[in-house]
């Protein structure tokens, strides 16, 4: 029976009935802050206390087990100890329970005896079709109908709103409820989320009625086709999600291939699967605060990125820009007809330009600032005015007036539903005067410059779609057994159409000579070992050979090297490759990423990998537009449109790889690790690419 169904999600989220197993009025149980939350937020269904001795908690009717119990209830909150944990959730499946909170730790978390005991709490939810919170967690609170399933206190200041909390910390999640920018219709602490986890909220809330926007805190995703497929369901019901992932700097992937796993580590992996599924990803509780403030109260989505910030100081809004250049906002030029018009609103000696200083005259005349509002926001390339205005929190009652005319009319324009919304930001991260905020309520207020603008920034870029599909392996073709050395790995990969230098195997000096001749001088010289897989480290390559006293010198240079290098190597030769020049090097790589199976690399390659650091990441599969895109990001992206008066280098046929490698990890994903093309030529335009060393890791069978 599949669990977390839409029916038991209702159960989990909005019970009808709650049964606390372990119920007890001792004040420092979990059970105990279950029982009084329910009772202090005016919980109107059933509680439901179970206890094997007690009669009577908080007033309530104790019933000795769940059985016992007239009717099955809509939700088990199992408040004991986790060896005890297990036996409850088996009572409360055979009553057919639609839903249950676990609030012990004691699970996978801890040790084997724990895992053991989360696989079991899985395999009873799985079979029951049970929703399960937890193990491991605070627990839930649904803001609306006071059902404060939560092991902890609450605040009573915590207001109703329309923002859901996801987080599987704890802590996390008691610190995003209580900062008072914003009300809350849903607070869910999920812990190990070991049978309910993010998906599946999200889920729930994608027709939740009284939620238009939620955040998550995350620790790891463990399921993204089901969260991908959640945020379908979000981003049609109009609802945006912000991310704050926690443990980025401890969850970093070991490098799988020379240059491509260290190129692209978790971080990456997990930014591209943000990116591609519309998630917005923060970078701290700060960025989480401000985005969650913008995302409930812009009016409405801008139709357009570019941005006009707007202030009453030219050093400040100066400021204002040179940040709003780092964290990438677009600010551009007003149309002619809008410099006109602001010119004849303001002082001679204002500039009408973007970013606009109205000057001090604002301050004598507030409709000035309107009137200022209405014609940046009648610009063709406007789609968000920022109004950059600090009127900080130390400010007397007097002089804070001061900033309330400017406050008002940006609370006119924003009230009124301007053809494009606006935004009030602060420089100071401790926001606005009271007095200031106040006029502006309803509207996007936003503290800190960086923190803001970034959360405008996010907003403005994020997808409304999911273009994520996963990497899709079909698995319709399988690699040779044994390690494949790099005249392996190109002869596979040139068998599906992708381009490589012509090469010839040869054992002896002589022979190198002649495969040399036969190819056409200059040649390059490389050993081929299935246990050498960095040549350069070994001595195992020789460039520019221009005869065939050098071709034999080199064949035997390189043989020595090898066999001092590795002493038991397998030696199988030397490959003789014509050599390709005049060309932009590249690093085209794959890497796998559990739980996201493969993402692609493409960056400047050859010598320069580690030097440079010039990469971008996506997550498999992809399309000409996104290869091109991922070339876009990145440095070569330069060099290939022709650096410093060198031709052109052919960028449409390297995007054209980066499709053809995703494809054919579509067929052979399931044998590989990784795969490192370092360097692909790219030669000039219309002359195509050319693949000079390859190195495909197979996946060691599990």
Known sequence: MPANTPEAMRALMAPGSVAIVGATERTDASSSYVMRNLMRFGYQGKILPVHPKAETVFGHKVAPRLSALDDAPDVVVIGIAADRVIA????????????????????????????????????????????????????????????????????????????????????????????????????????????????????????????????????????????AAAMARMHAAGKPVIALRAGRSVRGAAATAAHTGALAGSNEAYRAFFERTGIIEVPDMDGFVETAGLCLTLKRRPQKQGVAIVGVSGGGVAHVSDIADEVGLVLPPLAEATRKRLASLLPPFATPQNPLDTTGVVFADGRIYRDVLDTLAGDPSIGLIIAAQDAPVGLDTTTAGEYCGIAAAVADYGNSQGPVPVAFVSNLSCGHHPDVEKVLAGLPVLRGTRTALTAVNSLLHQGRTVSWPGAAVTQTAKLPPGVLTEGAAKALLAAEGMPVPKEMLVTTRQAAAQAAETLGFPVV????????????????????????????????????????????????????????????????????????????????????????????????????????????????????????????????????????????????????????LNPVAILAEGQGVRILDALILKRQQR
């Open 525 to 676: 010289l490389k050993i081929e070992s299935p246990h050498i897989l960095h040549k350069t480290e070994a001595g195992g390559v020789r460039l520019g050979i221009a005869s065939k006293d050098d071709a034999r010198t080199a064949f035997d240079a390189i043989m020595a090297s090898a066999r001092s290098f590795a002493p038991d190597a397998e030696l199988r030769g030397v490959s003789v490759q014509e050599m390709v020049s005049g060309s932009v090097e590249a690093l085209v790589g794959i890497v796998r990423h559990e739980p996201f199976d493969f993402g692609i690399v493409v960056g400047i390659g050859g010598v320069l990998v580690e030097l440079v650091e010039d990469s971008a990441f996506d997550l498999l599969q992809i399309d000409l537009a996104r290869a091109d895109a991922l070339i876009g990001r990145t440095r070569l992206a330069a060099l290939l449109a022709g650096y410093r008066g060198a031709p052109p280098a052919d960028r449409p046929a390297l995007a054209a790889l980066l499709v053809q490698l995703s494809d054919f990890v579509a067929r052979h994903g399931e044998d590989i690790e990784a795969i490192d």
């Open 88 to 227: 409850a959730l088996e009572e409360a499946a055979s009553l057919g329970v639609k839903a249950a909170v676990v609030l012990a730790s004691g699970f996978a978390e801890l040790d084997e005896a724990g895992q053991e005991r989360q696989a079991q709490l899985v395999d009873i939810a799985e079979r029951s079709g049970m929703a399960i919170c937890g193990p491991n967690c605070l627990g839930l609170f649904n803001l609306t109908t006071g059902a404060a399933l939560y092991s902890s206190s609450l605040s009573a200041k915590l207001e109703k709103g329309r923002f859901a909390i996801l987080s599987h910390s704890g802590a996390g999640a008691i610190a995003l409820s209580n900062t008072g920018r914003f009300g809350f219709s849903h607070i869910v602490s999920c812990g190990n989320s070991a049978a309910t986890d993010i998906a599946d909220y999200l889920d729930h809330l994608a027709s939740d009625e009284d939620t238009s926007a939620v955040g998550i805190v995350i620790e790891a995703i463990r399921a993204p086709e089901k969260l």
